[in-house]
């Protein structure tokens, strides 16, 4: 199978809860919840990764907390290529009621500067130049901005 690069200018930890009913203005109690790694082209590296292939992730990540993100990555044996950048990933929640109804809170991440879209495209230009011959296949980009 080819070697499959995700870039992913966006990442996020997903925590998820469970909840019974969602009371706004109010105290409300999670039943549950999980946290992990999460943006589309980390979950698309992922399901890849879990079919065999040869995957490998890029975009930039938040220094402050990219533990999470690189221990997956570590534990798929998905090559990690983030740029790290300074601030947090993102965190979203979302918040699952008992009937089905979804609540999602998405936070901003980290900012990026013209220097890091450089770093970026720079280390993007020479994996590219890596593969003798071969080639990358961008399967997922999410071209959202990082403050979005």
């Given amino acids: 199978m080819s070697a499959i690069l995700t870039v ?36 698309v590296a992922r399901v890849l990764s879990d079919l065999g292939a040869n995957v490998s992730v890029s975009g930039f990540l938040g220094t402050d907390n990219q533990d999470p993100f690189s221990q997956l990555f570590a534990e798929q044996g ?40 450089d770093a970026l495209t720079e280390s993007l230009l020479a994996l590219a130049a890596s593969m003798n011959g071969s080639y990358w296949r961008a399967v997922y980009r999410q071209v959202s901005p990082p403050n979005s």
Avoid at 30 to 36: D, E, I, R, S
Avoid at 100 to 117: E, K, S, Y
């Fill in 78 to 117: 998905i090559a990690d290529h983030f740029l790290r950048v300074p601030g947090v990933s993102r965190t979203n929640v979302k918040l699952v009621e008992n009937a089905g109804r979804v609540t999602d809170l998405n936070f901003p991440g980290m900012a990026v500067d013209q220097t890091h879209i």
């Fill in 8 to 43: 992913t200018f966006n990442p996020a930890l997903d925590m998820t809860g469970t909840i019974g009913v969602l009371q706004p203005g109010d105290v409300n109690l999670v039943q549950n919840y999980t946290l992990h790694p999460a943006g589309k082209g980390v979950n």
